[in-house]
């Protein structure tokens, strides 16, 4: 049990450790846009200051105009636009006098209300203590044990309004203020956001170029295991993850945490007591958060890895749809893709389940809870001790910046899941950029002449299995070598050492006397071409599958490349001739004309070494001879490499090498083979034999 729990707890901090990792290297990210990013976090404060001035506004309007009513009112002279005319006499409030009409005050008077209406007393009436109407018409004010009685006169709305005229340019003045800050704040709400998504945009650009440049970095090794619907999908769908966490989750997360501060700091400025008790709330949200994440991140990274194998599937039965059909394979398919979607909608659902469980419920079991706190506040601790009394305005203030104060924790909340997914898809984007990769060498070099030669050499894909045992041969410059040998006899093993699509593990080829591991391998593949016995046509058209768009290679280059291989003569169909458009693999051409377009690929490129991987097996024998004639010139001064099964295509190379589980057991041109009569006399005999007999 002991073992157990230490496993478990080495892999939560393994976890932990690459979680930490994963948002230390988005925050580099950031950084090289951290000056968008800071005017963005500017204008997003000065959005949120000139936002959160509202609840004091209202606050200055209630207590000070609405509310100042009930402040004391003294007889006067004066007859300004404070002064307040009533039966006969001036009265006017005690904040409008100036310092030097101290002097000019007569008796003091009140105007409280009691209930719905409003009262003149012609004496002082305290601001504390409860008041209710007797039976007899008077005011009774009760402090603590002690009431005392006030006669007054209860006013009529005309009576009434006088007394609340002089604060009506206050008022008006103060909404003008305020309806200049929503504008203010407006702006730079939309400063601030468009800049924070604008930037975010920016840095998942350079991520995703990182991200596709460094595919092209890596070896081919890397993508022998690896699904290509699994490298598109860290491509697209975790990158689009990314996205989401720099352009809604951490503006989310930035906004509310500037809110909160902002709030917090108006809470204390408005009563230090009350705002420490909502202090509770912070560590509640941070248990909360830790929470969530612990058990979001393993089913975030169960739907992340499902996800990839989805995309795996859908791309391999995309490329195989001719052969399910073919084979009726169309309903075993379908539930093999059904297995995993299963497993992706169980998981989404204890996704979708913790969510709920954690989201947006439980935060208004917090809200309730805090305005019970601010009741308990007011109702409780006020009334007991008179001196912590609080004024209206002070009440609506914290009322209105608690219920702000949610709003924020809401939207962090409901970002939780779209921060796991993030990280989640981090960790693996980084995974992929943390592969050994290669670099890419813009060193330029002068045309070698071709000598290639194997010395010794030994290779496997796996360590400890080799492919190729003791390989030594030598190709001069200007020759055809060609490779013959059964499936799996280490042919296609040679091309991707000799184009170091791999490295050796033993021995070395050298082109022109020079190891080709002391080369970058883009430097030393300018001067190689290669033809597929499958050849790729990219999306485009004719002429920038055979120039690749290089443009040191002329619409007149592509032409005569095209010509020279004799593919002018298969392509004079098309109506839009070399300017025909190309889809996806070039599925709407013939396998011939794939073929000469890849010929021509490489003849334009002009390179001194050239590999044709079974280039005419697929050929049909009218096609192959045009080919054949097109081969001459395609030849002509360069170092050929041929791998055929088709010994009749070889009969002119200068050397044959025959190989066989990983040897060279037989080496020599066609007659020096023929007269030894071996293992190459019986594979030209038997390939002779079965062609007089299907003729």
Known sequence: MNIEQEELNLELDREARANIKAGKRLFRYALHFKKQLLLALLMLALAVGTDLAGPFIAKQMIDEHISGIEKPWYETEATDSYSVAFQGSRYKREDHFEADENEDRGREVSVVQVGKDYYFVPAPVP??????????????????????????????????????????????????????????????????????????????????????????????????????????????????????????????????????????????????????????????????????????????????????????????????MSIIKAFRREKQIEQEFETINEQHYHYRNKLLSLNALTGHNLVGVIRNIAFIAVIWYFGGVSISDPTSAISLGVLYAFVDYLNRLFQPIVNIVNQLPNLETAIVSAERVFVLLDEAGEPVSDQKMPRYQGNVKFEHVSFGYDEGEYVLK?????????????????????????????????DVNEGKITIDGRDVRDMPRQMMREHMGIVLQD?????????????????????????????????????????????????????????????????????????????????????????????????????????????????????????????????????????????????????????????????
């Open 127 to 320: 601001d504390e203590g409860a008041r209710r109407l007797t039976d007899n018409g008077q005011i009774a004010v009760k402090k603590g044990e002690e009431e005392t009685l006030y006669t007054g006169q209860k006013l009529s709305d005309e009576e009434l309004y006088p007394f609340f005229q002089p604060e009506i340019q206050g008022v008006l003045k103060l909404s003008a203020f305020y309806f200049a800050l929503l504008i203010i704040s407006a702006f730079f709400s939309y400063g601030q956001r468009y800049i924070l998504q604008a930037t975010a945009n920016r840095i998942i650009r350079k991520m995703r170029t990182d991200v596709f440049d460094h595919i092209h970095r890596l070896p081919i090794r890397y993508f022998d295991n690896l699904p290509a619907g699994k490298v598109v999908s860290r491509v697209t769908n975790d990158t689009e993850s990314i996205r989401e966490l720099y352009v809604t989750v951490l503006a989310n997360f930035f906004t509310g945490i500037i809110y909160m501060l902002g709030i917090f700091t108006a809470l204390f400025l408005l009563n230090v007591q009350l705002a420490l008790i909502m202090l509770v709330i912070i560590p509640i949200l941070i248990v909360w958060i830790w929470v969530y994440r612990k058990y979001a991140k393993y089913y975030n990274q169960r739907i992340r890895s499902i996800l990839s194998d989805i995309n795996a599937m859908i791309n391999e039965s995309i490329q195989g």
């Open 470 to 502: 003791d390989i030594d041969f030598e190709a001069k410059q200007g020759e055809t070598v060609a490779l013959v040998g059964h499936t799996g006899s280490g042919k296609s093993s040679i091309m991707n050492l000799l184009f170091r699509f791999y």
């Open 535 to 695: 050849p790729f046509l990219f999306t485009g058209t004719i002429a920038s599958n055979v120039s690749l768009n290089d443009p040191s290679i002329t619409r007149e280059q592509v032409e005569q490349a095209l010509k020279d291989v004799g593919a002018d003569r298969l392509l004079s169909n098309l109506v839009k001739g070399i300017d025909e458009p190309v889809i996806e693999k070039g599925s709407t051409l013939s396998a011939g004309q794939r073929q000469l377009i890849s010929f021509a690929r490489a003849l334009a490129f002009n390179p001194a070494i050239l590999i044709l991987d079974e280039a005419t097996s697929n050929i049909d024998t009218e096609t192959e001879s045009i080919i054949q004639a097109g081969l001459e010139v395609l030849k002509k001064g360069r170092t050929t490499f041929i791998i055929a099964h088709r010994l009749s295509t070889i009969k002119n190379a200068d050397q044959i090498l025959i190989l066989d589980r990983g040897h060279i057991v037989e080496q020599g041109n066609h007659e020096q083979l023929m007269q030894h009569k071996g293992k190459y006399y019986q594979m030209y005999q038997a390939q002779m034999g079965s062609s007089m007999v299907s003729a």
